[in-house]
């Protein structure tokens, strides 16, 4: 008992040096860029203002936060971690589990109707859009990525090139031949599929974090060119007016021949976006059903044998240059497929939307989600993109902050923040374990601390 | 002939920067394996913190001395980026350590993130731009019209880099740090267990990193007198690309590596397209790793059966 | 069909460099059908280098490695197919490989050589039977119309698949590791991981196998139950061994013909018994001039 009491005020002690300690290095750490601000006064000259009161309130907050984790969230965390644990799966997690991805699946098919009902016609567009189609491109992309990265265990840093090439073969050839989008969206995947096997080729013999930055510089180099090929590309201007996809033939617009017209609706911009919602979702369904047959196929098993051990691979008469190539080839493809969607979609491209950014996010992603799985690469997805998109909405805040607070302004800040957090508390991902594609008598998770990540 | 001479002055004092910053990936990847993918930005932040230190001297201290305000920039600017260097490996990277391969890699990514857009937030997205700390030049020679100059802003990144390659050197070399970084590289447990502090060293050895990035960002500051919150991208990937080029690991390699970019990348701006000078350093680097992964001075990495 | 005894693989003046250092020196050797051949030799001797170029893992500096598939009788055109430049040649169910010009794979999913290693080189994410269906990849890739049948689910691929889970249950049968079928392979104890790779180098179907150590940490019970397969593998398949082993008791017990290494150079070659006395050997384990290996063997009382 006197021990005990002992121990919680040694605790007390420490806690307060700690707590000390973290404030002043936090007093360092934000002095010269919070303390004070660089403005540019009339004279175009740089001035200096100080934000004492905003320093010493960061500095306050985390000082505060410190203690709290010492006196809170770390006892808490101990409790946990000396909970004994559960050697089996309790029934609800089970049958949670068997009625999950159903209940998900669900769940978007009827989404937009849900939103319709609940905000109307005006206030759906904005609900659909921004959070059901900017999340569900994600989604794909990240599935898309899932391929490479977490089945083959290839890194790849430069995954949003191959977005950026079906985007602009989609808006190039729809422009110049007004060919239509269902014609254009399978050329796009296999241009990009193209470029993906091109650009394969060359890094075959990388491993690890070699490939993801020679990734990364073929990325990049896409997007130089695309930026300064001006003739072709419109440079930093990008290419407006691209045609949007139509209802199989009917157009979404307000003339007589137009969608609401022919269905005898009132023209209402909604019903395109619903359309565009259903479209990447079929998409994204369509790169979830091949990637559940693939795993199933010699090639699949080949992709996370290579990953486990590209030498064992070889060993057993697996040509691991076309394992990769198909890994790469097939990833691109449904990036493509993806960017096409995204032209369509946007009407407008630029370089802009395919910097190093994007592929960092669909990586984290991937990683972030648990590599391999898809539903956590889902999950990821809607973490990640919906939250920073949520920051958009959070215009209450104003009302603590005062008027000239922009919540919008905070979304990658928070978005870049989240990625090292979630890394430090999962770093295998959200989802800690992999499905067998194959079993004898019943299937048992692969816990995810024996699955490799891949060296190449 | 004469834009040959002034490119090949220009390109040294590039890659004399680039090189300060390849120090920090080739020493954080020789010790913990990692690509510090948020060096970059550390060095971006340094040059901030530079400009904040620089205008506190100028218009709030009235310091006049160029000399005096530099050499204190250079100071404020070293501890405090060294300071948070320390704090990000402490929070980001520590925890990750020995953990799977990608979690540190997707930290680093995030911390990148994170650091550009928190400049950007305090900051505001403008570029900030100061009047030129240090101006005049010698004229080296004249034929046709076209002066070859070299500015007395560049001797003194020449010479501040010099001096610091010499420290530095000094440190890794010959003092117990730098052996105990040696024993790191090599095998942390093993060196754990013969004594050496193996967090105390990876934590050092961020911490040098970080005060080379930030003379980097104060020369580049000093140089071009204009910083803006994107800054830390584009030259932490050409400084990774000087790392990978001298071989990543190797110290005189990345220094080497740094002065080979800076030169081709104004060689071919002044030669062949301004446009398309990242195109070049993107190259090399794909080039490099395709065809010479081990780098001009690397160990070669052998597969084992 | 086979003939015991006649030539499966012969290897002929294999040298293999790394820079200065000869590794394998102008060796020269022969295995025979439905034998097992044990390669010994001290630490470092260059075992595992032969391996590694038997199985195209490295690229001979020097030298002609021949395998023969079927009839023997095909073996008098080794010389024209050396002269062709061609990596192998068929005539009907009999074939002539030459292994030094065929990458790795190739050398396992053509000239059916399969191979194990000395540190265990299993996929330990996937499940056993994930490992041993990796292994029959190339006969399910053209079963599933290069993935393009697979992906619509056509029945020939479903069939397919299910003959290789078959197969895969036959062998974990054999191995003992029938129960643990749906664990992953890294979860499984050292002495089963051993078993499960040589089970998976026999799912490719190989005419000879090659195993690295197969016995280094087992205990002796799973080493005398590891002879019982090798012998049945050779019996019951037909299948030739090559071998690399440090354990006396399981070179002594199961290989035919024993070819003993050292510093790169064959010193012997023969039946274990002879191979057994020869002063050369007993040399260049003990680590001795040959001159004094009567002394030291007396010191030690050998």
Known sequence: MSEGAANQRIDTVAALRDAAITTLLAFGLFLPLIGFQTVTNIRNELELDTRWPLLFSIVAVVGVARLAYSFLLAPWLERIKQRPVATTTPAWRTSFGKWFVPFCIGFVIVYPVIIIAATGYGGALKWVDNFGIQILIYVMLGWGLNIVVGLAGLLDLGYVAFYAVGAYAYALLAKEFGFSFWILLPLAGVMSSFWGILLGFPVLRLRGDYLAIVTLAFGEIIRIVLVNWVDVTNGYAGISGIPRPSFFGIPFNANDDGFAATFGLEFSPIYRTIFLYYLILALAFLTAFVTVRLRRLPVGRAWEALREDEIACRSLGINTTHTKLTAFGMGAMFAGFAGSFFAARQGFISPESFTFLESATILAIVVLGGMGSQIGVAIAAIAMIGGTEIMRELEFLKAIFGESFDPTQYRMLLFGFAMVIIMVLRPRGLISHRAP???????KPVPVDLVKQGHG | MEVFLQQLINGITLGSIYGLIAIGYTMVFGIIGMVNFAHGDVFMVAAFVALVAFLILTTWLGVSSIAVALFVVLIVAMLFTSLVNWIIERLAYRPLRGSFRLAPLISAIGMSIFLSNFVQVSQGPRNKAIPPMVQGEFVLLTHNDYAVTLSFKQLIIWGVTAVLLVCFWYLVARTRLGRAQRACEQDQRMAALVGVNVDQTISLTFVIAAALAAVAGTMYLMYYGVVSFSDGFVPGVKAFTAAVLGGIGSLPGAVIGGLLIGLIETMWSAYFSIDYKDVAAFSVLAITLIFLPQGLFGRPDVEKV | MTIAGDILLRVEHLTMRFGGLVAVDDLSFEARQGEITALIGPNGA???????????????????????????????????????????????????????????????QNARVARTFQNIRLFPGMTVLENLLVAQHNALMVASGYTLFGIFGLPSYHRAEHASIEKARDWLNRVGLIHRADDPAGDLPYGDQRRLEIARAMCTDPVLLCLDEPAAGLNPRESAQLNELLKSIGNEHGISILLIEHDMSVVMEISDHVVVLDYGIKISDGAPDVVRNDPKVIAAYLGVPDHEVEKVGAEIGL
Do not use: Q
């Not at chain 3, 195209?56 to 055109?77: Q, V």
């Open chain 1, 437 to 443: 594609s194959v079993f004898l008598k019943e299937p």
């Open chain 3, 46 to 108: 260059g075992k595992t280098t032969v391996f590694n170029c038997i199985t195209g893992f490295y690229k001979p500096s020097e030298g002609r490695l021949g395998l023969c598939h079927g009839d023997a009788a095909i073996w008098s055109e080794l010389d024209a197919l050396t002269d062709s430049g061609k990596r192998g040649i068929t005539r009907g169910d009999n074939g002539l490989y030459l292994l030094e010009r065929m990458p790795d794979y190739l050398v396992t």
